[in-house]
Each structure stands twice: as C-alpha cells, then as structure tokens.
C-alpha cells in the first residue's frame, strides 16, 4: 500500500514543480515586456525649451488634435453655433485644450526634430514650407527662444516619449 501512495506522489509533485517554473516564467516574461515598451505619443504645445548644465528640457501642455471627420464632430459639439454657421471646423482641423497641467520632460540629446516651417534667413519674406524638414535639436532650440520672425511656441508638435524622455519632435503644421 505504501508502494502505491508514493507512485502517485512522484508525478503529482513533478506535474506541481513544472506548473509553478511554467507560471513563473510566463508571468516574468509578460511583465519583461510591459517593463520594455514605455513609449508614449501625445500632442502638446511647447512652453520652454531650455538647457540646464547640458540637460535639455521641454515644458509642455498636452492637447487633443483632431482632424476630417473628427474635428467636424467635436467643433459642433462644443460650438454647435458656430459649426451651423460655417458647416464644420474651420481649416479641418480642432483642437480642445481643456487641462492647464504642464509637465516637464527631459530631451534627448539625440532626439529627431521635423518641420514644416522654420526660419532659416531671419527674414520673415523668406519664411516657406518645406515639409517634414530634419533640422538639428540645437537649431530647434535657438529657433524656440527667438521669437523675431516666427513664434515656434504657437504650433502643436506631436511628440515620442521613450522612458520619459522625449525622442522625436514633429511640428504639426496649421494653415
């Protein structure tokens, strides 16, 4: 009888074992991969773009974007009269900044800079669109900061954030 109690025991302790090593890895392995894919895309105006002892950083105040279809909808929901009037969101696109939060958020230093219009000369006659421009992050940063011909605070940009830092930079462009 004793012979019998432990043939059973044998399997079921082993079946048990390889049930735990089997859920423990599954769960690590779910886990290893949230853990790895912290990237975030959002739409936000730039408030400042500073440098501080060669840590760059942009302040920044998120928003919603809305295009087509989409902007139509939300412009005649939150001003029906206005989207009576003139039959949908003005230049097809809206956007609805209803949260005043701004949040901070390191840049690094190789982080991608595109742009649909940029100051090259200083001279607001030169001022023309070259779509999805690859510009310097440095070019970027003085460009923010000098107000003379353009202000680059006045654009959206749709931004990548990796690990809490900001990768790319992508100026949305308005009409």
Avoid: C
Avoid at 24 to 47: E, L, M, N
Avoid at 51 to 58: F, Q, V
Avoid at 89 to 99: E, F, G, T
């Amino acid at each position: 009888m004793f012979k019998k109690k432990s043939a059973y025991v044998l399997p079921v302790v082993v079946l048990l074992f390889l049930s735990l090593i089997t859920s423990a890895s599954t769960v690590g392995t779910r886990v290893d991969a949230q853990d790895s894919d912290k990237t975030q895309h959002q739409t936000v105006y730039f408030h400042t773009i500073e440098s501080d002892h060669g840590k760059i950083s942009g302040t920044t105040d998120e928003i919603n974007w809305y295009q087509g279809a989409d902007a139509d909808r939300i412009f005649a929901e939150r001003d029906p009269e206005a989207a009576a009037e003139i039959g949908g969101a003005p230049d097809s696109y809206y956007i609805v900044n209803d949260v005043d939060t701004l949040t901070t958020y390191p840049i690094a230093d190789n982080a991608t800079v595109t742009m649909q219009i940029f100051d090259h000369t200083g001279n607001m006659e030169d001022l023309d669109i070259n779509w999805n421009e690859s510009i310097t992050l440095q070019q970027f940063m003085d460009q923010f900061n000098n107000t003379d011909v353009i202000d680059l605070s006045q654009f959206p940009y749709h931004i990548t954030i990796q690990d809490g830092v900001i990768t790319s930079i992508v100026q949305q462009y308005i009409p």
